[in-house]
Nanobody
Framework: QVQLVESGGGLVQPGGSLNLSCVASGSIWNIGPMGWYRQAPGKQRELVAGITKGGSANYVASVKGRFTISRDNAKNAVYLHLEMNSLKPEDTAVYYC?????????????WGQGTQVTVSS
């Protein structure tokens, strides 16, 4: 099993910045792509930014140029970060860390508990 623990959410004014972090521990040897998802009240969960094991990143159009995803594949843990700049009220959501593990050819999603990001004046 793999455990994902997020940190770094909070309240920030529009135009401000926040950094989210996620630590993946446990059975990490076969973690592949990772990503940050978010879910706002009344909306579906959406992929905000994803990153491959090799470091290739992709972003949803609404955050391009403002958010930066990165990961550090350490020996005993994988660290995932999301640097969020120029935050807007519409970025308000619960943000979830995701990791995809492949077992015998099947992909399995693993999720963190979520961290609240609120952008408001």
């Amino acid at each position: 099993q793999v455990q994902l623990v997020e940190s770094g959410g909070g309240l920030v004014q529009p135009g401000g910045s926040l950094n989210l972090s996620c630590v993946a521990s446990g059975s990490i040897w076969n973690i592949g792509p990772m990503g940050w998802y978010r879910q706002a009240p009344g909306k579906q969960r959406e992929l905000v930014a994803g990153i491959t094991k090799g470091g290739s990143a992709n972003y949803v159009a609404s955050v391009k140029g403002r958010f930066t995803i990165s990961r550090d594949n350490a020996k005993n843990a994988v660290y995932l970060h999301l640097e969020m700049n120029s935050l807007k009220p519409e970025d308000t959501a619960v943000y979830y860390c995701n990791a995809v593990k492949t077992v015998l050819g099947d992909e399995h999603d693993h999720w963190g508990q979520g961290t609240q990001v609120t952008v408001s004046s």
